[in-house]
């Protein structure tokens, strides 16, 4: 039988672009379907946009800041206008890159949405393609729990291009978004309150670091309320949104933003006419291979929910196309040791296991910990500290998680997370020269365990 394509992959976001340029590069016949926007969330509704306004919001400390170092300044004023109009244009700017590399490495773009009519045939804009193999790769979708009046909320989708920088937010959720989204309201002078419906964020995280954060926010001015959850939300004649907690409180704002995280995007896409399972939450289901209950369906990223980081989508990406088509450069994902940050102010960094993890697994540990004022800090009024932490598997030595809260903790872990992958033990640190006068020289300084 012949097909129109090899490889049909539905989703330019990072898993499908990197299959689908990777696949043709090595001689298959390729077409990616796209309904919404080249690069996916990732590229126009996630980690490069949100890293933009990172950087955007840590200027109002550097502004502070250099008082101490001897300038001085007029008032500064920020604009978001200005800020959201100048991310929109480099947004444009990848999307163009997007669409070139799709374009020079041989594939061919649809754009419009695609669904699966059965194992081998999608439909996208009246016509119908047939495709040897076919791969999901359409991402998630923010997740808004359907409070009364959840309609007036917004979610990851709509921060992006808030037409003002609001006066007041209530950030809800203690995943990756809300603190990231938390830190960057704040520093562009929003009275910030971020609600948790736990006893403290960021769970799974490293408990030391959880508290350490939970700390640098609070010096930072964000309101932190654990344990509250919303019950309720009124729009009020003046535009302004009333919150009523589930324990009976009221708070007034305006503008609350649901990070309360992704669901996998499946809508429309034509599943009732295949084989492809779903897991119990809701993700499409894989095997080793990202082959889904449907052999010829297969799909890679933030729909299989297995690790939601564009890293990992673009390695399972590649995965899939060299094992449709260059069997024998084929490597597994390797899911152990991925690094992660956290782009709140200040940034984590992480890899391995947190100290709570090492134990569950009967791991026998001794934990290093450094805490301090970073040196670019000392000439100036900010009590911002820094968090280290190894966390060292006591009986072969081996460093097994390392964290970090403090300025770059996300361009020093992913250095560390190369020696920590090929195994490094506490030993090698300890032998490893520092780099003087850094923060990152003290993962080598650490000499005494806190705790063992
Ligand atoms: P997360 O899964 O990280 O966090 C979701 C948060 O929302 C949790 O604190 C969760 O609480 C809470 N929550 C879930 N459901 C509800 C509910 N019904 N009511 C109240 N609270 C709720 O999701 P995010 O949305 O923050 O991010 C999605 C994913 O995107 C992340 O997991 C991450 O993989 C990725 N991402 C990565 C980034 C990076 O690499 N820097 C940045 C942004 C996103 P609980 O803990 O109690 O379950």
Request: aromatic share 8%; charged share 25%; hydrophobic share 40%.
């Amino acid at each position: 039988m012949t097909y129109d394509f090899d490889l049909f992959v539905i989703g330019a976001g990072s898993g499908g672009v990197r299959a689908a340029r990777f696949a043709a590069g090595y001689g298959a016949r390729v077409a990616v379907a796209e309904s919404r926007y080249l690069g996916g969330t990732c590229v126009n509704v996630g980690c490069v946009p949100k890293k933009l306004l990172v950087y955007g919001a840590h200027f109002a400390e550097d502004f502070e800041q250099a008082q101490s170092f001897g300038w001085s300044m007029g008032k500064a004023n920020f604009d978001w206008t200005t800020l959201i109009t100048n991310k929109n244009r480099e947004i444009e700017r990848l999307n163009g890159i997007y669409r070139n590399l799709l374009v020079n490495s041989g594939v061919t773009l649809l754009e419009g949405h695609a669904k699966i009519l059965d194992e081998h045939s999608v439909e996208l804009g009246g016509n119908r393609f047939s495709a040897k193999h076919i791969l999901i790769a359409t991402g998630g979708w923010p997740q808004i729990p359907e409070v009364p009046g959840h309609e007036h909320a917004i979610g990851s989708n709509e921060v992006f291009f808030l037409p003002q920088l609001p006066k007041r937010v209530l950030v809800i959720g203690g995943g990756y978004i809300a603190v990231e989204f938390a830190s960057i309201f704040n520093g562009l002078g929003a009275q910030t309150s971020l609600l948790y419906r736990g006893e403290l964020f960021l769970r799974g995280f490293d408990s030391a670091v959880r508290k350490h954060l939970q700390e640098e926010l609070t010096k930072r001015g964000v309101d932190l309320q654990f344990n509250s959850d919303i019950a309720r939300i009124d729009k009020q004649a003046d535009g302004s949104l009333h919150a009523t907690l589930k324990d009976g409180r009221r708070i007034e704002t305006d503008c609350i933003f649901y990070a309360t995280g992704r669901r996998p995007m499946l809508d429309n896409l034509g599943l009732e006419n295949t084989h492809v399972a779903l897991d119990d939450r809701g993700f499409i289901k894989v095997d080793e291979q990202y082959q889904t209950s449907t052999p010829s369906i297969l799909a890679v990223g933030d729909v299989i929910g297995r690790v939601q980081l564009t890293p990992v989508a673009l390695a399972e990406g590649m995965a899939v196309a060299r094992r449709l088509f260059k069997p024998d450069e084929y490597r597994e994902v390797d899911y152990r040791m991925i690094p992660t940050a956290v782009f709140s102010l200040p940034n984590i960094g992480t890899v391995g296991l947190s100290e709570e993890q090492a134990k569950e697994e009967g791991y026998s540990v001794s934990v290093y910990e450094s805490r301090f004022r970073p040196m670019k800090l000392t000439l100036t009024d900010s009590q911002e500290r820094t968090l280290m932490k190894l966390v060292v598997d006591a009986k072969t030595d081996r460093v097994i998680g390392c964290h970090m809260v403090g300025p770059e903790a996300g361009e020093i872990v992913q250095g560390l997370a190369v020696a920590i992958k090929a195994g490094a033990t506490k030993q090698i640190f300890d032998d490893t020269i520092g780099v003087h006068p850094t923060a990152a020289e003290e993962f080598v300084t650490m000499r005494t365990p806190v705790a063992s």
